[in-house]
């Protein structure tokens, strides 16, 4: 879909952020004639630099983060004619009267906040006082949005001095992938699936973000935030809302966040014995570089915070009511795998007898790596030994189904830009579901901390603690393998 052409100021545009995403999928959308002429994005930081020195900032960015086969030096040339930057204090009132002469006033405005959360109203309250953002204008506002309820609230409401909620658009990457969109249109495109998404069909759902790296350096904020509020509160919650929110009347952005809200609310406070928090330890490993344990990743070596988190979660509402969702994430796992699989129950009665290769049907939906969705089925096994039955996948892995178009499947970060651009928010976390998942998460924190909870132990390249395992075990039920 076209878009009108527009202004985009990156605040934070030589931070890490802007040069591994923000600048790169800026570049992928304007060869894919996204970008339209007369378009301008500028860069805005501390740091001084003038448009040149940025043009090489993002050229380098662009070398380093897209491979050879993704771009090329013309396109790269013509794209960079687009970019301008501006030195800006996010504290001081150096370089605002200079913003202020570079942002037309004619043109679609987006702001796009890749700073700390602690700037963020700061900015905005000097987009506001130097006139600069009018009143169509658009704000992007990274994770992490707020530490606790407490914290949301107060970032919502430094936000609404100065912007209306239609104004704000608050990045959950998750939401930009081709899967988890394409999750909305499996389930409301097809008459499939609709009379079998419900407790009475599917036994329980499996959510897992297994990651295999480490805190790396970002230990000092990691321990004052852990898998919980890292992970869960946001992109896990996002994905269990999408799955079990009921149809929206319409494809449109306030009535998809009206249904993800209402599940947020109808969840259950999790059981202690349903959480199981988990923290890596190292390991030496033949042939394979030592793998740090996470207490010396961390800046404090006796942290309790968890690199780990499995739990069942239940829905309180007609739909939901006895189908567990469990939720599972964590850091240096054995794979680095996100999908979301819906296991359905057992067939009512065996015609078949008591058959050994019998296998509950799994909708599975891969978010990474390769993203696409996998149905099981049972099926006869060929060949003339009887009537034996075999599971196989009804295969959809997207980069194939799509053929050439399949491998440039736009990055989360793309989409949602151009997103912002369009004035769409549909695939942006609204202010009051922020603060319903924090209310969710808050009282399961505070009651670990009060506890005095400690993490379990688990190795490093392994599935986790074994206490994990146990959680489904204990319901006889198995985690889908991570790979
Ligand atoms: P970074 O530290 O690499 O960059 C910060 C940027 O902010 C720099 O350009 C810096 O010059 C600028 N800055 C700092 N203080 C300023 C001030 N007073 N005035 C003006 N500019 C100032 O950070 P990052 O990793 O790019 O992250 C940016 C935001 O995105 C953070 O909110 C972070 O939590 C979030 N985020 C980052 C990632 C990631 O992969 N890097 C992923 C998810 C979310």
């Not at 001081?92 to 959360?117: C, H, I, M, T």
Request: net charge negative; glycine share 8%; aromatic share 10%.
């Amino acid at each position: 879909i076209p878009v009108d052409p527009f202004d985009l100021v990156v605040f934070g545009g030589t931070g890490d952020l802007a040069r591994r995403k923000i600048l790169p999928g800026l570049y992928r959308r304007y060869v894919a004639g996204q970008i339209p002429e007369g378009s301008r994005i500028i860069g805005s930081a501390r740091g001084d630099m003038d448009d040149a020195g940025y043009r090489d900032f993002a050229s380098e960015a662009i070398s380093e983060f897209l491979d050879g086969t993704k771009r090329d030096p013309q396109s790269v040339a013509r794209f960079l004619d687009h970019l301008y930057y501006v030195p800006t204090d996010a504290r001081g009132e150096n370089g605002w009267p200079d913003l202020a002469k570079r942002v037309r006033a004619d043109v679609v405005q987006a702001f796009y906040f890749s700073v700390a959360p602690s700037l963020f109203g700061d900015l905005a309250e000097r987009l506001h006082r130097h006139g600069i953002a009018g009143p169509e204008a658009r704000i992007v506002v990274e994770k992490p949005f707020g530490r606790d309820l407490e914290t949301a609230k107060e970032l919502n409401a430094t936000l609404a001095e100065h912007f209306d909620e239609s104004q704000i658009y608050r990045i959950d990457h998750y939401l930009g992938k081709e899967t988890v969109q394409n999750l909305m249109a499996v389930r409301f495109a097809n008459i499939l699936f609709e009379p079998l998404w419900n407790a009475r069909h599917v036994d329980h759902v499996q959510i897992t973000v297994a990651e295999t790296v480490g805190v790396g350096g970002r230990g000092a904020y990691y321990d004052t935030s852990g898998a919980m509020r890292d992970m869960v509160q946001n992109h896990l919650m996002q994905l269990l809302c999408l799955i079990a929110m009921e149809p929206p009347y319409r494809f449109d952005p306030d009535a998809v966040r009206d249904e993800k809200l209402k599940v947020i609310r109808a969840l259950l406070p999790a059981a202690p014995e349903d959480i199981v928090r988990g923290q890596y330890r190292g390991r030496t490993g033949k042939g394979s570089p030592k793998q740090a344990s996470y207490s010396e990743d961390a800046e404090n070596p006796s942290s309790t915070t968890e690199s780990f988190i499995a739990m069942k979660v239940h829905i309180a509402n007609w739909r939901w009511k006895g189908t567990p969702f469990y939720l599972r994430t964590g850091k240096r796992l054995r794979g680095r795998a996100s999908e979301i699989a819906i296991v359905f129950k057992e067939v009512p009665h065996s015609i078949f007898g008591d058959e050994e290769g019998w296998r509950e049907n799994v909708l599975s939906i891969r978010l990474q790596p390769d993203e696409g969705m996998t149905l099981s089925v049972m099926i006869k096994e060929p060949g003339p030994g009887g009537m034996r039955l075999t599971e196989v996948p009804l295969d959809m892995s997207f980069a194939e189904a799509l053929g050439e178009d399949g491998a440039d499947i736009p990055d989360a970060y793309e989409r949602l830009i151009m997103d912002v651009i369009r004035g769409n928010q549909t695939l942006f976390m609204r202010g009051d579901e922020v603060e319903a998942a924090w209310a969710w998460t808050d009282p399961l924190i505070a009651a670990w901390e009060a506890r005095g909870d400690k993490p379990k132990g688990y190795d490093a390249g392994s599935s986790g603690p074994e206490d994990a395992l146990m959680l489904l075990h204990r319901d006889e039920r198995r985690w889908r393998e991570i790979r």
